[in-house]
């Protein structure tokens, strides 16, 4: 048999094992030296993180599919490499090359060599299109119960149709530089539906743009730095908002508690020929005030990712939302903290439950008095996103025939 894209799809494989069978994080996986893609070059390791994100994004309808040509469960690993198939499949893949592969990845496992000849016979009574009947993959239970609640079920149906899309990759872009040819939505982001090699577009050598989703481009849109502002950016890495304030000529401060996280951002700045001051350590211990503005992306659940995060419905469960929400409100009271009288602070989080957004704004405001909500005219936002509060909820299904946004609540906060 051909070895072409064996190593790939059998690292492919390995992802999802590690997301469905050991409950990791793809974040975590893909940064493990002794993970899947441990010894694979960078082509090899970007197309088996594509075709597990892909995978993912189907297991439900994919199962349905098997279930009829399983009279029991297989092995963990026939079983992914079965779904690994048939979302090739649905994918347009050419059957010969998805079906010898598969077939290969389960002769060589320890102790599923017997089973070759199954996922053969399996895979040959796949049809043609075999996902389009099918209805997309639904969200887990404890996440879906309060979505529809809050939203219908409707709104959520259409949340679950465009995460089981790849998404478009969006750029928030520099005026005066060279950009790739894509779609300008209208917040002023640029939407790429196949980008392909970012690093060989143009304005990515000169730093005439970065990659960040529409949505959470926005929070400073929100914030409005002014030029020498001393802004502070609580929780920064990855970096692209430090990017927008510091592009908007503000006098950043990025902290965060995780420096492999910010070596990313520091490598942003360098390549965009930004200046910010970068701080490693822990919001809480961080004690320096005066600023004018702060913004504040607290750690949540991460609900609102799930189309560029597949794997999140499969490692969490709801469970770590007390302590999240605990946090993120005592994150807001130290923020204040770091605040000048009159300046402001963004707090936003890119979750779509109310616990981590509309409830944490009226829980702020009743603690402390004195603190006005503002809400600020920003280009490309429908009236509709905005809450009666004054905060701004953001959604999956929001340009859903586009390939929708991430999810986020965010809101101004004016300090007395």
């Known amino acids: 048999m051909a070895a072409e894209g064996l190593a790939a799809r059998a690292a492919a494989v390995g992802l999802m094992g590690a997301v469905l069978g050991e409950g990791r994080l793809l974040a975590q996986v893909l940064t493990d030296?002794?993970?899947?893609?441990?010894?694979?070059?960078?082509?090899d390791r970007a197309r088996a993180q594509r075709l597990a994100t892909a995978a993912l994004r189907q297991?439900?309808?994919?199962?349905?599919?098997?279930?009829?040509?399983?009279?029991?469960?297989?092995?963990?690993l026939v079983l992914n490499a079965l779904r690994l198939a048939v979302t090739e499949l649905a994918m347009g893949g050419a059957a010969h090359?998805?079906?010898?592969?598969?077939?290969?990845?389960?002769?060589?496992?320890?102790?599923?060599?017997?089973?070759?000849?199954?996922?053969?016979?399996?895979?040959?009574?796949?049809?043609?299109?075999?996902?389009?009947?099918?209805?997309?993959?639904?969200?887990?239970?404890?996440?879906?119960?309060?979505?529809?609640?809050?939203y219908g079920r409707e709104a959520v149906a259409l949340i679950e149709s465009v995460q089981a899309k790849a998404p478009p990759v969006d750029l928030t872009l520099r005026p005066g530089f060279d950009t790739p040819e894509g779609a300008l939505?209208?917040?002023?982001?640029l939407r790429l539906t196949d980008p392909g090699q970012l690093s060989t577009l143009p304005?990515?050598?000169?730093?005439?743009?970065?990659?960040?989703?529409?949505?959470?481009?926005?929070?400073?849109?929100?914030?409005?730095?002014?030029?020498?502002?001393?802004?502070?950016?609580?929780?920064?890495?990855?970096?692209?908002?430090?990017l927008q304030l510091a592009a908007a000529g503000a006098e950043v401060?990025?902290?965060?508690?995780?420096?492999?996280?910010?070596?990313?951002?520091?490598?942003?700045?360098?390549?965009?020929?930004?200046?910010a001051r970068v701080v490693t350590g822990d919001a809480f211990f961080f004690t320096e005030g005066g600023f004018d503005a702060v913004l504040l992306?607290?750690?949540?659940?991460?609900?609102?990712?799930?189309?560029?995060?597949?794997?999140?419905?499969?490692?969490?469960?709801g469970s770590e939302l007390p302590e999240l929400t605990d946090l993120q409100a005592r994150m807001l009271d130290h923020a204040l903290t770091l605040?000048?009288?009159?300046?402001?602070?963004?707090?936003?989080?890119?979750?779509?439950?109310?616990?981590?957004?509309?409830?944490?704004?009226?829980?702020?405001?009743?603690r402390h008095t004195g603190l006005t909500v503002e809400r600020v005219a920003l280009p490309g936002v429908d009236d509709a996103w905005w809450t009666a509060s004054g905060g701004l909820r953001l959604r999956p299904d929001y340009w859903s025939e586009a390939g929708g946004m991430d999810g986020f609540f965010m809101v101004r906060l004016r300090k007395a």
């Open 297 to 317: 992306d607290a750690p949540c659940s991460a609900t609102g990712t799930i189309r560029r995060h597949p794997d999140l419905p499969f490692v969490k469960d």
């Open 253 to 275: 401060t990025a902290l965060d508690i995780s420096e492999p996280r910010l070596g990313r951002l520091r490598e942003n700045l360098a390549r965009t020929n930004l200046s």
């Open 59 to 76: 297991i439900e309808p994919v199962d349905k599919l098997l279930e009829k040509n399983l009279r029991k469960a297989p092995p963990r």
């Open 33 to 43: 030296p002794q993970g899947p893609l441990a010894g694979l070059g960078p082509s």
């Open 185 to 189: 939505l209208p917040t002023g982001s």
């Open 339 to 366: 605040l000048k009288p009159g300046g402001r602070l963004v707090f936003c989080t890119c979750s779509l439950l109310p616990e981590e957004g509309e409830a944490q704004l009226d829980a702020v405001l009743a």
């Open 203 to 242: 304005g990515y050598a000169t730093g005439g743009w970065w990659v960040q989703d529409a949505a959470a481009a926005l929070a400073v849109g929100l914030l409005a730095p002014q030029k020498g502002e001393k802004v502070l950016d609580l929780c920064a890495a990855p970096g692209g908002k430090t």
């Open 97 to 150: 090359g998805v079906v010898n592969a598969a077939v290969e990845i389960v002769r060589r496992g320890n102790r599923t060599g017997h089973m070759a000849g199954l996922v053969n016979a399996v895979l040959r009574q796949v049809p043609e299109h075999p996902l389009a009947a099918l209805p997309p993959q639904r969200l887990p239970r404890w996440l879906r119960q309060p979505l529809v609640h809050v």
